[in-house]
């Protein structure tokens, strides 16, 4: 049973930097894509981040430049450092996992569905 466990929100000014870390247990890495994902207040959870086992990354445009995904396989945790925090950044984060897709030709690949969450870690930027 995949676990994810998320930690590191917070309050921050404008301009500030915040890192976000989410510790994943019951996966195998190798196989398993991961991402961030955001739920500002009133709205649609939205994707900020991906990372696939490669290591290879996607970022909405929003967050391009100031967001960083990353993951530590030996520490099974994944990461979102922040940086240049904006009021419009508020927002539950949550961290996500799902095994790889099969493909027809029997490649594995990542889209945008996951299928495990973590608990969600609160963000608040102030102007």
């Known amino acids: 049973q995949v676990q994810l466990v998320a930690s590191g929100g917070g309050s921050v000014q404008a301009g500030g930097s915040l890192r976000l870390s989410c510790v994943a247990s019951?996966?195998?890495?190798?196989?398993?894509?991961m991402a961030w994902f955001r739920q500002p207040p009133g709205k649609e959870r939205e994707g900020d981040a991906g990372?696939?086992?490669?290591?290879?990354?996607n970022y909405q445009d929003s967050v391009k430049g100031r967001f960083t995904i990353s993951k530590d396989n030996g520490k099974n945790t994944l990461y979102l450092q922040m940086n240049s925090l904006k009021p419009e950044d508020n927002a539950i984060y949550y961290c996500?996992?799902?095994?790889?897709?099969?493909?027809?030709?029997?490649?594995?690949?990542?889209?945008?569905?996951?299928?495990?969450w973590g608990q969600g870690t609160k963000v608040t930027v102030s102007s």
């Open positions: 996500a996992a799902r095994e790889k897709l099969l493909g027809a030709r029997g490649n594995r690949y990542c889209d945008t569905t996951y299928t495990d």
């Open positions: 019951g996966l195998i890495y190798s196989s398993y894509c």
């Open positions: 990372i696939d086992s490669d290591g290879n990354t």
